[in-house]
């Protein structure tokens, strides 16, 4: 492969705990495919580095891995104990922090309103638009729940 100068084209991967550097040719990563040759001794060159430099980093690996065996595992069944439950739901909300998608722009959400066929002009227009920025906020963890609203008063008192 090339740059289009006729240098091959090459990555640079940095460790971003110390700087680093593997630099390599373009790595190929079938989501439903075994991983090749060339990506096994890539992840096994980054591997060798966390444990010979960074060996903290190493041993949460191996433990968040275990975790994620056992999460994989235990989702096969239906389980009744609510630890193991609770475990599940930490270690997948453990899991979606570690993903991070990207925003999603208020463009876009303006943009689905109108393929919903809201017009600038329909009151309803502005509700929908908060709604779906709610979600948005739930799923990106920055939801800011309303203040409980007070406890309404009787409105006879005896
Ligand atoms: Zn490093």
């Not at 990555?11 to 680093?20: A, R, V, W």
């Not at 439903?32 to 591997?47: Q, S, T």
């Not at 056992?70 to 096969?76: D, E, K, N, T």
């Not at 570690?98 to 227009?125: H, N, S």
């Amino acid at each position: 492969m090339s740059n289009g100068n006729g240098t091959p084209l090459k990555y640079t991967t940095t460790c971003q705990l110390c700087g680093f550097q593997l630099i390599d040719h373009p790595l190929s990563i079938e989501a439903n495919g075994k991983p090749d040759e060339r990506i096994r001794k890539f992840i096994a060159a980054l591997m060798k580095h966390l444990e010979k430099k960074h060996p903290d980093a190493s041993a949460q690996i191996q433990q968040l891995w275990q975790f994620f065996l056992g999460f994989l595992s235990i989702g096969q069944f239906k389980t009744e104990d609510p630890n193991l439950v609770r475990g599940m739901l930490a270690f997948g909300a453990q899991l979606r922090n570690m993903v991070k998608l990207p925003p999603i722009p208020d463009a876009d959400i303006e943009g689905a309103a109108a393929a919903l066929g809201f017009t600038m002009d329909d009151p309803k227009r502005e509700p929908v638009i908060a709604a779906m920025k709610n979600v948005r906020a739930y799923y990106e963890g920055t939801l800011q729940k309303p203040a409980a609203p007070e406890a309404q008063k009787p409105l006879v008192t005896l």
